[in-house]
């Protein structure tokens, strides 16, 4: 069995007790284990403060963009070997397991491409200059700089590849040193990943740096030009934002948290059309896609209430023929939960949405599936896909207040009214994404301009985008993630906006000319 290693100041760190133990989610398989126990974490964040901040805050927009395009490179490069691991470590299906790497080398891309067209810039330049007063004398400018701290990347075990590669594509470029802690389930691939992003010898000393296992007092030791981005669960979301060291002395946070996002279908679409079908297809992706371990998956349907039995009838034939079993099979199309614990969880998820009024199993559920393929006896964490209906949409609350992290979702209806589907939608407290299959232009701009606040992103399918859209669930570097209220409230990506969570936005006052010529050095882009 390997023992997962942390990367810190410098060298690597092997701890000798404390370990927790990660399988393989089909076989139930010992694949590893991982504890950071005894690591000395404020010498590593010293070290990454004073060593690698101030080599990536020397180096300009261009050199970083370099860097990242080498980064990317890398995983591409290492590709198989990461699949592989995502098919063993993650449960993931050889697609799903492409969705996390690809997703990590592409951003990394994506924003080596943006920074290069930054060119020889080291902060940004935040809009317009600002006259002040009458006189041309006086000036305001706003720019963007490199904070002084690290970036801690606090990750969800269900991207172990792009959960790092969003996060520290936009702290690199910004010029801020990263230190990445996976969740542990699923931290093989991440260890792997950052053993190849260091074999580069891109990165300045420090720049990456590595927690494998509990996180011990990493937060104790934050300051002020510190930045903590998180992705998890609302529960730890809700500790790290609360924790008495980061309250005190005002370290930055991002959080993204749970989403109950949802679909809804506009009174407009006929069954039987390709935005019928595009909305049926999204919801299927959605739900199977690493066994609906996804954080933008679609968890709420609303349809027109004459469409609930179609639109049910349609769903339970899709989600019942895909094949559950061994992700390594080219047949499956589905493979298991990633852990034990996630299996707990969402079956308990799965009977807490049935206990409530009018809820109804329409295919899947709670239980083991009856057939399973490649897998042996009892083994492994799976659950089938599962669609619920819920009959009276207000009356089932928890299905707006509770996210099953696995592969279910909720059919509802609705009167056919962008207020009703708004205020049904808005019972979920604020989401990642929502999104609207539609050909009528009024109901999608009522409906978005009503979603909007509640969202980071809102995903319209119609007539004109129906075969090039790629489902609500993907998210794109140049588009914002995130969301207000269940969410977390944190912004991530959205291209250059994706910088300034780890940069500190100042107002430059004084002179005209000597604030435009000290803005000059600047780029765009704030
Ligand atoms: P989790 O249990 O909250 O863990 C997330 C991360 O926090 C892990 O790395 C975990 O480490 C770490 N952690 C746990 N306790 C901590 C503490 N006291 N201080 C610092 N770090 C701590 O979440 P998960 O089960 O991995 O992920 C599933 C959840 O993530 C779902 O609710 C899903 O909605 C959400 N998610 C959201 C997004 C998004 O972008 N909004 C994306 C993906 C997932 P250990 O693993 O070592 O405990």
């Not at 993931?92 to 994506?110: I, Q």
């Not at 979603?451 to 859209?469: D, I, M, Q, T």
Request: charged letters at 20%; aromatic letters at 6%; proline letters at 6%.
């Amino acid at each position: 069995m390997e023992t997962l290693r942390s990367y810190l100041s410098g060298s690597w760190y092997e701890a000798s007790s404390g370990f927790e133990e990660l399988v393989n989610p089909t076989t139930e398989e010992i694949l590893a284990r991982a504890s950071a126990e005894g690591a000395d974490l404020a010498h590593a964040l010293h070290f990454a403060r004073n060593r690698s901040g101030p080599a990536l805050r020397a180096m300009t927009f261009a050199q970083r963009a370099e860097m990242l395009k080498g980064l990317a490179k890398a995983i591409h490069a290492s590709r198989e070997e990461l699949l592989d691991l995502g098919v063993r470590n993650g449960g993931n299906t050889r697609s799903d397991a492409k969705f996390d790497v690809d997703g990590a080398s592409s951003t990394l891309a994506a924003y080596a491409d943006l920074g290069a067209s930054l060119g020889d810039g080291r902060f940004l330049v935040d809009g317009d200059p600002i006259p002040m007063g009458r006189s041309s004398r006086l000036a305001g400018q706003h720019v963007l700089v490199p904070r002084r701290g690290v970036a801690v990347l606090i990750n969800a075990f269900n991207f172990p590849a792009w959960g790092l590669a969003e996060k520290a594509a936009c702290a690199w470029l910004a010029g801020v040193p990263v230190l990445v802690k996976p969740a542990t389930p699923t931290a093989l691939l991440t260890v792997r990943l950052v053993e190849k992003l260091l074999a580069t010898n891109l990165l300045p000393e420090g720049a990456l740096q590595l927690l494998v296992g509990a996180p011990g007092d990493l937060l104790c030791h934050l300051g002020p030009q510190d930045v903590v981005s998180f992705t998890g669960s609302s529960r730890t979301g809700t500790l790290i934002r609360t924790h008495p060291q980061l309250a005190a002395r005002s370290v930055r946070v991002n959080v993204e948290a749970d989403s109950l996002n949802a679909s809804i279908l506009g009174p407009d679409v006929e069954p039987g059309s390709e935005v019928y079908a595009a909305f049926l297809a999204d919801i299927v992706r959605d739900v199977t896609q690493k066994a609906g371990q996804k954080c933008t998956a679609i968890r709420r349907i609303f349809v027109p209430i004459e469409r609930l039995d179609s639109v049910r009838e349609e769903l339970v034939e899709r989600l019942a023929a895909i094949r559950v079993g061994d992700p390594c099979r080219d047949t499956v199309q589905m493979g298991p939960v990633a852990t034990a614990a996630q299996l707990r969880s969402v079956r308990e998820g799965i009977r807490t949405l049935l206990a409530s009024e009018r809820v109804e199993i329409a295919t899947g559920g709670p239980d083991r599936p009856s057939v399973l393929e490649g897998v042996e006896g009892d083994r492994g964490f799976f659950v089938a896909p599962t669609l619920l209906v819920a009959r009276d949409a207000v009356a089932a609350r928890p299905v707006h207040e509770h996210e099953v992290f696995g592969p279910c979702t909720t059919l509802m209806p609705y009167d056919g009214t962008a207020q009703q589907a708004a205020s049904l939608v808005a019972l979920g407290e604020g989401g990642l994404v929502a999104s609207i299959a539609t050909n009528d232009r009024d109901f999608a701009r009522d409906l978005i301009l009503e979603l909007a606040p509640f969202h980071g992103r809102v995903y319209l399918n119609s007539e004109k985008s129906v075969g090039v859209a790629p489902g609500p669930g993907t998210v794109f570097p140049q588009l914002l993630h995130g969301g207000p209220g269940r969410a977390g409230g944190g912004e991530e990506l959205g291209g250059l906006r994706g910088l300034t969570g780890y940069m500190q936005r100042v107002a430059l006052q004084g002179f005209g000319p000597l604030i435009d010529a000290i803005a000059a050095g600047g780029k765009r882009g704030g």
